[in-house]
């Protein structure tokens, strides 16, 4: 071999290995950026107190100038002309209560102020407004005569009803009101306290979390009632998410779970209830979904989370993975390195999404029909755009990452496909952990095991009432109530928010 030639040889050997150089160079880059933009979206997300301050000023001060703004408008408000568009007329609800303030000319006079003549009605003008008064406490006192008899000398008197906590003085209204305060508009049990005390009614908050623990104990049976009836469902789905619990004796948090598994086939037409359940658990191992659902068969929707994989290996359950996921990991490399690639594979998904909102509410066999008719082609053909950018990519990059997490769970992801009554991703249990997720930020850790298996009860309850149009204040008051009454458990059905209706008188007056 001449030099000349060795020499090329050298050169070539040479640039290959720069550009072996260069490419793992380009995939470490594009991989650290990635992992930055994930940091700082968790560092100065909304979750970042500097930031929560910024935005809170900055609504203050939206606030300031939109009330600047009413009252420039209410200054500068002429009478309208013909020409003026008339404002629109709002009603206001028809179920809440008036109270009529009349006003009469000159303090009532009836002699007319020009010539002193007697004035008759004519008409009258009206104008309705929104009023609000604080919540307004109040003290049920029970009376019960003792009646005697001069005959026989007996005494009758008509037996106590029954109390919400034994030798306390809250009665089922408020127990209510606590729960849902704290685990449905998530003011955390010292803010209760502190409001209750401005209003002159000092109540400790180790008292208010006894009213809770008593609110959830008489709640069990319902609770057990919804997840007997979750599990005989078809479909579920599942979602977990992480909730700081404190260290008794360390003054520390360790990081529990809260497991939600919901049951709703309303978008598939189903007339069945709608119902959701949580489990507190300290840890995520896989033996708690495991648990829960070993009786379980069906359908089951969740991510890609390895503790379900046993259940899945029975045969018994059978895994519908969740689009969305697939395509949040999408969206995070096209938010950092948009690309054709990314912005294709995201517009393609979207095309799959506005076929499920054409058939939201159709039968499973519609469903499935449209499906294999018009999502089905699209899916083939994505299939094999993500083949080929598997090929081109650096496995070792985020977007091959991504790619990869879809295709090894491709049969999941498209079981939904033949299936009717499945979605196309884990939304549903997405939703319910929202309340969960707001609430986190108020109360900041469950106290102890005791105190999250209490939450995951008394949420169970709640976003239940939410899903069937449930005011979950008035249904825990008067249900609690009926249970503490000695409500046969024959009749639990009758009590399941699905099935119940608003009592004609309050609980706490009833007694």
């Known amino acids: 071999m001449s030099e000349q030639a060795s020499s090329t040889i050298d050169k070539d050997a040479r640039i290959a290995e720069l550009e072996a150089a260069l490419a793992a160079r380009d995939t470490l880059i594009e991989t650290l950026r990635f992992q930055l933009s994930q940091l700082k979206r968790m560092t100065f997300?909304?979750?970042?107190?500097?930031?929560?301050?910024?935005?809170?000023?900055?609504?203050?001060?939206?606030?300031?100038?939109?009330?600047?703004?009413?009252?420039?408008?209410?200054?500068t408000t002429t009478v309208p002309t013909g020409n003026d568009r008339p404002a629109p007329i709002r009603q206001l609800p028809d179920h809440l209560p008036r109270i009529d303030r009349r006003i009469e000319p000159e303090a009532g006079s009836c002699t007319c102020p020009e010539c002193g003549g007697a004035l008759h009605p004519l008409a009258e003008d009206s104008d309705e407004m929104l009023d609000v008064a604080p919540v307004q406490w109040r003290v049920i006192r029970t009376v019960r005569?003792?009646?005697?008899?001069?005959?026989?000398?007996?005494?009758?008197q008509a037996p106590a009803p029954v109390k919400a906590v034994a030798r306390g003085k809250a009665s089922f209204a408020t127990l209510a009101h606590v729960v849902a305060s704290k685990f449905d508009h998530h003011l955390p049990l010292y803010r209760q306290a502190e409001m209750m005390s401005a209003q002159g009614i000092d109540i400790d908050r180790s008292t208010l979390a006894g009213w809770a623990g008593q609110a959830a104990a008489l709640l069990d049976p319902i609770v057990a009632r919804i997840r007997e009836e979750g599990l005989k469902a078809s479909k579920v789905h599942a979602d977990d998410t992480p909730v700081p619990m404190l260290v008794p004796g360390k003054g520390k948090t360790a990081q529990a779970r809260l497991?939600?598994?919901?049951?709703?086939?309303?978008?598939?037409?189903?007339?069945g209830p709608a119902l959701v359940w949580y489990r507190f658990t300290p840890d995520r191992s896989g033996v708690h979904p495991q648990t829960e659902l070993r009786h379980f068969t069906g359908l089951l929707q969740a991510d890609g989370y390895a503790g379900f994989d046993k259940l899945y290996a029975t045969g018994r359950?059978?895994?519908v993975a969740c689009w969305a996921h697939f395509r949040r990991k999408i969206f995070e490399n096209h938010q950092t390195s948009p690309t054709p690639l990314t912005a294709d594979?995201?517009?393609?998904?979207?095309?799959?999404?506005?076929?499920?909102?054409?058939?939201?509410?159709?039968?499973p066999?519609?469903?499935?029909?449209?499906?294999?008719?018009r999502s089905k082609p699209e899916i083939e053909e994505l299939r094999v755009v993500?083949?080929?950018a598997l090929r081109r990519l650096s496995p070792k990059s985020s977007m091959a990452k991504a790619l990869a997490y879809g295709r090894k769970r491709w049969v999941a992801l498209t079981r939904f496909l033949d299936e009717g009554v499945a979605e196309i991703d884990n939304n549903i249990a997405e939703r319910a952990m929202r309340s969960v997720a707001i609430g986190r930020k108020n109360w900041l850790f469950a106290g102890s095991k005791a105190g999250g298996e209490r939450a995951a009860a008394i949420y169970s309850v709640i976003e239940t009432c939410k899903l069937n149009g449930i005011e979950p204040q008035a249904y825990i008051a008067d249900v609690i109530g009926k249970i503490a009454g000695g409500w046969p458990a024959s009749r639990w059905d009758d009590l399941m928010p699905w099935n119940w209706t608003a009592a004609a008188t309050p609980v706490s007056l009833a007694a």
């Open 45 to 75: 997300g909304q979750s970042s107190e500097k930031l929560a301050r910024q935005v809170e000023q900055l609504e203050l001060a939206l606030e300031e100038l939109e009330g600047e703004a009413a009252v420039a408008d209410v200054a």
């Open 145 to 156: 005569p003792k009646y005697s008899c001069r005959s026989c000398e007996k005494v009758v």
């Open 259 to 271: 497991w939600t598994y919901v049951v709703d086939d309303r978008p598939s037409g189903a007339a």
């Open 317 to 319: 359950i059978r895994e």
């Open 345 to 363: 594979l995201l517009e393609r998904i979207a095309r799959l999404y506005r076929v499920e909102e054409e058939i939201r509410g159709r039968l």
């Open 365 to 373: 066999d519609v469903r499935r029909r449209h499906r294999h008719e």
């Open 386 to 388: 993500i083949d080929d």
